[in-house]
């Protein structure tokens, strides 16, 4: 059966997705024998659909561990999801809402009981929405993060960090979501400018009639006030040291203290200082011994100690209170103001700064190994640049609070009594023994379990380790499996630069802390996908694709192909379907070679040019395979897209099969013939990682294989060595038919009309073996060596300073000719010029490369040479 005409891909990616499975080539065992290579797939959440950025990660994961598995390496990539606590929760609460019910209705073991029934439904679909885009993960590996020996060893690390002193309980100031009713660490907030008012409110000193004014965003919290901060050093306001101001509306004294934390140049030069609602303020307060005083209930609205407008939400209290303020000629004026605001990721209510009973990691010693070993480079960042952010994090690390309020995740394990006394232990039995030895004069009959659950990120941070051995967590601690100690630590990890410290960061302090060493040798991180206009893509926005429409129009190589046209290391991709459309030609280029090449009868002899072409197009192969191994050791994976591209596009289909192609219906002699489909099999190994379907239909398709003759784990091509002198010949010999073509274009002289070739002192042109090859693509019926410019009409034109003259006796209008040759000529007198001046720049000729100046002074030359020969033309049409 003929192949189409095009490259269908609906037809070949089920078959070979499928036929790939059925052999095991994606499962991965320990093998001594051999090198191994392994990835950890960053585990999407359970909740997630695929997003254009998990089509750029993954597809750069599949790149590296195909490419690994051709290399005969142990490739293993290991797949998996995470149960993204705050996400899968609001999944399921709207589930639960849709059906009628209420979560406050529900005990935590039905709850949970529904929580797992939206897992099976849905936690999957990301993972099979992967294997449509070709990911080679061993799915037999597919790891959860709330597994049960998963769990297990969460809970684990959690009591051995609690006995080692790491893990502390303590009222601190968190992110609060007051929708969610849970803390979120930072990552899970997003900052947005919001347009707000700015509002200066007077404070009356008390036993006076002066009053400070202070500016504010947030009036709604001036009943939570315990101090008037002031800058020491601010002449306005030396005369207040020692005395007290009284708060608008509740008539509370509080002092008025000085700090040369306050900007005296920021609105009035006095702050309020309000403990329980600012981060930054809690930490002024600790420094001045301030009283807390919480006037937020857990859904942001006012409780009792705000002492007016109870129970009120805190916009609708910011509102009233701002016209109160007004009424009792508390707020001198009132100023549009951007304010930076925080969000809840999940649930978009703004943030509260909140006091709140939390678990913390305390981050000091543990995270030293993490920080030092990136900055030695150890542990590889790429691009390097993010070096600076992880050290800026790292030196300035706080205190992970890594407690959620919330039923779905992994469950704290510490056990209270009725008076608040607690145990860590892993289970109630345990609890109990252990609550008996360490309160044994308590009379408490009941413990009780916290009802938290810990920071999605306290399992995540497991990861490389978790999916390999879950056991090696508690004292006495082992050594691992042979599953671990063979793929751990791993090579590479694909990511997100916003989730560097969040999620990077913390596996590399677990890596340390459990197995000694790093997790991974180089963290390869990608940029966010754009549009067009430079603007993240997001569903409110509407700029995002599907990326599932776009495999099914274009198919999956030309999305791999596409997405990373234009994706450097931590550089944003702006994402234009027309690279997808440029993934899809690509495609369809190589099937028709491939079509062009089968098509082919043999039984000639081998002609001169051909084995000229052979010679040429394996050196060229080499030096494009060598400059591709570079790339790839540089993590320049678009790079090495574009230097693939370009070694098929321009020097296989454009150059050597026009080369080696037989007049139509004529034969290809068998020489020829073979050595051409040897070099399509050495271009398809080097394409699969991009394109593994097309590259796996063609192999097959090229000649009958085996069950197991397959490209995903055939040899990569090993560049050999290259002739650089028939490299450098061959360009020279493209631009003289580049420049044959260009004319017959230019005069209107048909391709099939042959043409003679004159060349000026031809013996010492840069042309020795292409001749045949410059007739044959360029249809000049002879070449002629001359000394001199031929007397009757031609068209000139210089290569590499050698001069070449068509003969156009008969074929031009010469009034025609005078006027083009004319424009020629201006334009490289212009042209002239332009490297001229720069040549007799001082400044420039002083401070550049002296290959940049080598290729100016080439430029002056050829420029001379084409004004000469162009002068010549005209006096001959005179």
């Known amino acids: ?59 750069i994961q599949d790149i590296l561990v195909r490419r690994a598995r051709m290399q005969g390496k142990e490739a293993c990539w290991v797949p998996g999801t995470d149960h ?11 589930m639960l809402r849709e059906r009628g019910i209420k ?43 709330m597994d049960p020996d998963y769990y297990d060893a969460v809970i684990d690390v959690f009591i051995d960090l609690y006995n080692k002193g790491n893990i502390y309980r303590g009222l601190r100031m968190v992110n609060w979501d007051p929708v969610g009713k849970t803390a979120l660490s930072d990552d899970e907030v997003i900052h947005k400018d919001v347009a707000s008012k700015l509002y200066y409110i007077k404070y009356k000193i008390e036993g006076s009639n002066d009053f400070v004014t202070i500016a504010t965003v947030r009036p709604e919290t001036i009943m939570a006030d315990t101090a008037i901060c002031v800058n020491p050093n601010d002449d306005r306001y030396k005369h207040l040291k020692g005395k007290k101001v009284l708060i608008p509306l509740i008539n509370r004294a509080i002092p008025i203290i000085e700090d040369d934390y306050v900007a005296m140049d920021f609105g009035t ?10 981060m ?141 006394n607690f145990v860590v232990a892993k289970t109630e039995q345990e609890a109990q023994e252990k609550y008996k030895r360490q309160y044994p004069n308590s009379k408490s009959q009941k413990l009780t379990q916290d009802p938290d659950v810990m920071d999605t990120w306290f399992s ?65 991180l990608t940029g966010i996908v754009r549009d067009k206009q430079g603007r993240k893509m997001s569903k409110s926005l509407g700029n995002s694709p599907d990326p599932l429409d776009l495999i099914a129009t274009h198919g999956a190589d030309a999305v791999r192909t596409g997405m990373l046209f234009s994706a450097p290391a931590g550089n944003d991709l702006l994402y234009d379907e027309k690279l997808i459309e440029q993934g899809r030609n690509f495609a369809n280029k190589i099937w028709n070679a491939f079509r062009l090449v089968k098509g082919w ?55 050597y099969l026009e080369m080696v192609k037989p007049e139509f219906g004529k034969p290809i002699d068998q020489t020829t013939y073979e050595q051409t489909i040897v070099f399509f099999e050495t271009l398809l190994k080097a394409l699969h990682p991009f394109m593994p379907f097309i590259t796996e239909e063609l192999w097959h398709e090229l000649k009958d294989r085996g069950g197991k003759d397959a490209i995903i784990v055939a040899p990569a091509p090993q560049p050999g060595q290259f002739d650089q002198k028939i490299l450098d010949e061959a360009v020279t010999s493209f631009e003289v038919i580049t420049e044959v073509r260009n004319t017959r274009n230019a005069k209107g002289i048909s391709p099939k009309e042959a043409m003679k070739l004159l060349v000026k002192n031809g013996e ?113 049409l005179a």
């Open 103 to 145: 979560k406050s209705d529900l005990s935590r073991e039905d709850f949970l009981k529904y929580a797992w029934e939206w897992k099976e439904k849905y936690g999957g679909i990301i993972l099979e929405q992967l294997k449509k885009l070709g990911a080679s993960c061993d799915w037999d590996r597919t790891t959860f993060t």
């Open 460 to 524: 995540s941070w497991l990861w490389p380790i978790a999916v390999f051995d879950t056991t090696v967590f508690k004292a006495p601690y082992n050594k691992g499996n042979k599953d671990l100690n063979y793929y751990y630590p791993t090579n590479d990890l694909v990511t997100a630069p916003e989730i560097l410290f969040f999620w990077v960061a913390r596996m590399i302090i677990a890596g340390y802390e459990y197995r000694g060493e790093k997790p991974f040798s180089n963290v390869y």
């Open 601 to 655: 009868t043999t039984g000639a002899s081998q002609p001169e040019e051909n084995k000229i072409a052979i010679q040429w197009f394996q050196s060229q192969l080499n030096q494009s395979l060598i400059e591709i191994e570079d790339h790839f050791s540089k993590f320049r994976i678009s790079d090495a897209l574009h230097a693939i591209y370009k070694l098929v596009w321009d020097d296989f289909c454009s150059w």
């Open 1 to 59: 059966m003929s192949l189409s005409t095009k490259y269908n891909p609906q037809e070949v990616e089920n078959k070979w997705y499928s036929y790939w499975l059925q052999h095991g080539f994606f499962h991965s065992e320990p093998n001594p024998d051999k090198e191994p290579f392994c990835i950890v797939i960053p585990p999407p959440n359970v909740t997630g659909v695929l997003h254009m950025g998990h089509m750029l990660n993954n597809t």
């Open 280 to 420: 930054n303020d809690n930490e002024l307060g600790k420094k001045h011994n301030l009283p807390v005083i919480d006037i937020l209930n857990e859904d942001a609205t006012l409780n009792s100690n705000a002492q007016i407008l109870v129970g009120e939400d805190r916009f609708v209290a910011r509102k009233k209170i701002a016209k109160m303020l007004e009424a009792e000629d508390h707020l001198a004026k009132v100023e549009d103001y951007t304010s930076h605001v925080g969000f809840s990721e999940r649930t978009d209510a703004v943030i509260e700064p909140r006091l709140s009973l939390q678990w913390f990691l305390t981050m000091g010693e543990i995270t030293r190994p993490a920080h030092k070993h990136v900055m030695d480079d150890t542990i590889q960042l790429l691009p390097p640049k993010f070096k600076n952010t992880y050290n800026h994090w790292m030196s300035n690390v706080r205190d992970w609070c890594i407690s959620r309020q919330l039923w779905w995740g992994h469950r704290i394990p510490a056990w209270f009594d009725e008076e608040g």
């Open 764 to 876: 010492h042109a840069p042309i020795r073996s292409f001749w045949g090859i410059v007739k044959k693509l360029s249809n000049v019926s002879e070449v002629t060596f001359v000394k001199e410019a031929p007397a009757t009409p031609s068209t000139p034109f210089v290569v590499k300073s050698t001069e070449f003259f068509i003969p156009m006796e008969g074929k031009v209008d010469t009034a025609k000719e005078r006027e083009t040759i004319l424009k020629d000529i201006d334009y490289q007198k212009g042209f002239l010029a332009s490297v001229e001046k720069k040549l007799s720049n001082e400044k420039f000729v002083s401070g550049a490369p002296p290959q940049v100046l080598e290729n100016e002074r080439k430029k002056k030359a050829d420029a001379e040479a084409k004004i000469k020969s162009l002068e010549e033309s005209l006096a001959r």
């Open 269 to 278: 030069g006095c702050l309020k200082v309000t403990p329980a609602h600012d």
């Open 84 to 94: 993204a606590s705050i996400a899968t929760e609001a999944k399921v609460v709207a």
